[in-house]
């Protein structure tokens, strides 16, 4: 008995078609891995070449200077300490702004790094000296200045504005300490409406607060606490409602530490008719 021919086993038509779909979808799956290794390189290759050629600051012309008057933009190139070619991305921004601040005459500094076309935007807002000022630190008095915020400005720093003459600084501040910056913008902003010009406001080492005024004298403020308004509030009613019969004369000082009692020290007279020793006044 001669065997049987084998007969080829037919598949149902559901199973070949499934194989030629999972062939397509692994050849669409390389297509789609070359695809992305290539533009992959291809990105890398154009993000090297802006790195070193496209975004790098090539010139001063490249580095804008907004919002100041007497900042230029060479003073800001050398405060900052850039030297081209450099790298835009290579430039931290905080830094520079620290660095700017430290350097410069200016109240507040913003940085900006561009990339289209390359360059780098610092925004200024330009510092004004309103009061000479001096400091101890650990080389001795320090001579400077203080701008309308109580900041610090060093001699250094004033001369860089050059672009301005330097303003008539009629008051002095002597005894300048950051921790005293807030009591100093407060006196600031009111020494037009003292009734008496400013000429001098002193942080004694005891920690009281003490000013000179052109027709009272001295004014002892006591410390700068809470209280500080309303002894301001004192001083500018009695610079202005002071009795007839005591302008003139000259004071020893004026002790305002406690508000609701102020008393008046005048000055010893040149030639004393009274044995009664000099004292202190009260005022109302």
Known sequence: MSPR?????????GVERRR?????????????????????????CLGYGLLRQGWSLRSPAQVEVLGSEQV??????RAAGLRFPVLLLSLQP?????????ALPVEQVR???LMLPPRLRIGLVDRQAVARAERRSAAGFEQGYVDRLGNWMSLGQQQVARSRPAPALEVRV????ERHRQT?????????????????????PSGNLLLVTQ???????????????????????????????????PFRSIDLSDPDQPELGQAPAATVTSGKPPGGTGVD
Do not use: Y
Not at 174 to 177: A, D, N
């Open 5 to 13: 021919a084998a007969t080829p086993q037919l598949q149902p038509p």
């Open 20 to 44: 030629q779909l999972r062939e397509q979808r692994r050849k669409e799956r390389l297509r789609n891995l070359w695809r992305l290794l290539f533009f992959s390189a291809c990105a890398t």
């Open 72 to 77: 230029s933009r060479d003073q800001v190139i």
């Open 94 to 102: 905080r830094r520079l702004q620290t660095d700017l601040a430290a």
């Open 111 to 113: 940085v900006e790094r």
């Open 174 to 177: 002597v005894g300048w300490q």
């Open 184 to 204: 100093l913008v407060q006196i600031l902003e009111r020494r037009s409406s003292l009734g008496s010009q400013l000429r001098e406001i002193r942080f004694e």
């Open 215 to 249: 027709s009272l004298g001295q004014v002892r403020l006591g410390p700068p606490d809470a209280q500080l308004a309303r002894r301001l509030d004192v001083l500018q009613h009695l610079s202005r409602q002071l009795p007839a019969q005591l302008k003139g004369r």
